[in-house]
Nanobody, 114 residues
Framework: QEQFVESGGGLVQPGGSLRLSCVASESDVRDTNMSWYWQPPRKQRELVARLNRDGSTSYLVSLKGRFTVSKDNAKNTVYLQMDSLKPEDTARYYC????????WGRGTQVTVSS
């Protein structure tokens, strides 16, 4: 059974926006730090945004101001709002809990191209 189910990716033009969703368990969303990662083509997976349990957030420095992480505890969902998208944002995006033993989901593909 998948622990994290990402969705919302797709093909978008430069300058456009997407909102990614990650459905997880109630305990993961409510009680752990939830993070979004990306893996661009031919590159390693990298942390892009984190939403800590206390509500604080952190971002990859180069992305700050364009990406926003949030959650809805009632829906067991974590979001990544991505604005002003650039071709270099093209990647497969994954979410993950800080819970020990958390396993990667399948991710969702974002392609930014005209």
């Amino acid at each position: 059974q998948e622990q994290f189910v990402e969705s919302g990716g797709g093909l978008v033009q430069p300058g456009g926006s997407l909102r990614l969703s990650c459905v997880a368990s109630e305990s993961d969303v409510r009680d752990t730090n939830m993070s979004w990662y990306w893996q661009p083509p031919r590159k390693q997976r990298e942390l892009v945004a984190r939403l800590n349990r206390d509500g604080s957030t952190s971002y990859l420095v180069s992305l700050k101001g364009r990406f926003t992480v949030s959650k809805d505890n009632a829906k067991n969902t974590v979001y990544l709002q991505m604005d002003s998208l650039k071709p270099e944002d093209t990647a497969r995006y994954y979410c993950l809990s800080s819970r020990p033993g958390a396993r990667w989901g399948r991710g969702t593909q974002v392609t930014v191209s005209s």
